[in-house]
Structure formats: C-alpha cells, structure tokens
C-alpha cells in the first residue's frame, strides 16, 4: 500500500515563504515521477511542479522563478519550496506520485492560505 502524507502548509503573508513536504511510504518501484498540484476553490487541480526520475523539473508558468521542487531519495521524500508568496497561491496542495503503469497516487492535501 502506497502512502503520500504531506506537511508544511499553514497560514503565511504574501511574500513570505513556505516548505512543503511529501513523504512516501510503501513497495515502490518503478517511478515516473513526483509532483506537486494544487486546487483552488471552485478551481480545477492543477500541476504546479514535478520531479522526474532522471531529476528533470517542470513548472507551471505561474510559479517559475518562485518555487522550486527537488527530493531526497534517502527519506523518500520530495519538497516544495515556495518563496515571494502570492494571494492567488492560496489552496489545497497535493502530493503526487506517477509509477510506471501509469498508475497514480494522491496524498491527503495541505492546505497553504496566504493572505495579502
């Protein structure tokens, strides 16, 4: 059984910063990659970043240049880092993991509120 449990959301004024985590937990073998998505309310889930498992990354548009994700292979673990915080970051951040298949699984979500 796969398990995402994440951590580090909270409440942070805009501009400010936040680190999320993603642990993982289970038999895991044959990852595609790891990700981070979020969803707004009344807003579709959408990707905000992923990690491949050649260390290859991808941003969405909106987040370039402020977050940044990378992992730990030893922990199992992989971040979010999010710096220069924005109201319109405000949502539920999920963790995502992509196994070869492709078979996909979710974590429970954390909630990041940035007020302005």
């Known amino acids: 059984q796969v398990q995402l449990v994440e951590s580090g959301g909270g409440l942070v004024q805009a501009g400010g910063s936040l680190r999320l985590s993603c642990v993982h937990s289970?038999?895991?073998?044959?990852?595609?990659?790891m990700g981070w998505y979020r969803q707004a309310p009344g807003k579709q889930r959408e990707l905000v970043a992923a990690?491949?498992?050649?260390?290859?990354?991808k941003y969405a548009d909106s987040v370039k240049g402020r977050f940044t994700i990378s992992r730990d292979n030893a922990k199992n673990t992989v971040y979010l880092q999010m710096n220069s915080l924005k109201s319109e970051d405000t949502a539920v951040y999920y963790c995502?993991?992509?196994?070869?298949?492709?078979?996909?699984?979710w974590g429970q979500g954390t909630q990041v509120t940035v007020s302005s």
């Open positions: 995502n993991l992509e196994r070869v298949g492709p078979t996909s699984y």
């Open positions: 990690i491949t498992r050649n260390g290859n990354t």
């Open positions: 289970g038999i895991i073998f044959n990852i595609n990659a």
